[in-house]
């Protein structure tokens, strides 16, 4: 970033400082101090505060007013460093460390920002605002079948598939009276019985329904009791003997 001079009216020796090519008056010190490639570390203070005098010398005043503070501030570092000092004066600082330190972070922040405008102006080079990324090969249409060709799927699987098996169910009535008439012969021989008792190992469905039924009217009328000593306990039927006084 360095100042535009401009020839003008004022004479061949006077010149404008665009200010849109700086900004602010840190932006234009630093300006200067590249051109004199001088340390920062080291500012000649009077030679560098001379030329920004020189360059803020034609601006208007209402856009000048940061630029005559910096101009302010480097004067008198130059007149701090011209006070005398004592040489066992340990405890003198340089006036011009403040100023350094501001350089430095806007140095940094510069630095910053010149690499996200040189970002941007890649990004805008390789994608132009009406860009598309090359896009790839269109997807796959979703499946459509139409009705008959489903039901030919659906009839092509059927075929192929095994035959289920077919059992033939006989239905067969239950016997209540044969049941009670086997209970009441079995308390006869046994005052106490089991569940288990009273049903074969390999009864049929139609067996133990009667016989669970047989139970329930004997109960019913008073001639035996059924008990369950604790949860999933075997069931214990006996003989009531106020029944069968009745």
Do not use: C
Request: no cysteine.
């Amino acid at each position: 970033m360095t100042a535009t001079m401009l020839s003008s009216e004022r004479g061949p020796s006077s010149f404008d400082v665009e200010l849109e090519a700086y900004q602010g008056p840190l932006d234009l010190l630093l300006s200067l101090i590249r051109d004199e490639k001088v340390d920062i570390y080291d500012i000649p203070v009077a030679r560098i505060a001379q030329q920004f005098l020189a360059r803020i010398r034609h601006l208007p005043l209402d856009e000048a007013a940061d630029y005559l503070e910096m101009a302010a501030r480097l004067v008198r570092i130059k007149a701090q460093m011209l006070l005398p000092r004592s040489e066992n004066d340990d405890l003198w600082e340089d006036p011009r460390a403040e100023l350094v330190r501001r350089l430095l972070e806007y140095q940094q922040v510069r630095e910053v920002v010149d690499h996200l405008d040189t970002m941007a102006e890649s990004r805008r080079g390789r994608f132009a605002r009406a860009y598309l990324p090359e896009s790839g090969p269109p997807p796959a249409p979703p499946l459509a079948l139409s009705l008959v060709e489903l039901m030919t799927a659906v009839d092509r699987v059927l075929r192929v598939t095994r035959q289920p098996t077919l059992h033939e169910v006989i239905a067969r009535s239950l016997d209540v009276p044969g049941a009670i008439a086997t209970v009441r012969s079995a308390l006869l021989l046994r005052q106490t019985l089991r569940w288990r008792d009273l049903i074969a190992p390999h009864a049929e469905p139609w067996q133990v329904l009667s016989v669970l039924l047989a139970l329930l009217e004997l109960a019913k009328v008073g001639e035996l009791k059924l008990a369950q000593p604790k949860p999933f306990a075997d069931v214990e039927i006996s003989r009531d003997a106020a029944g069968e006084a009745a």
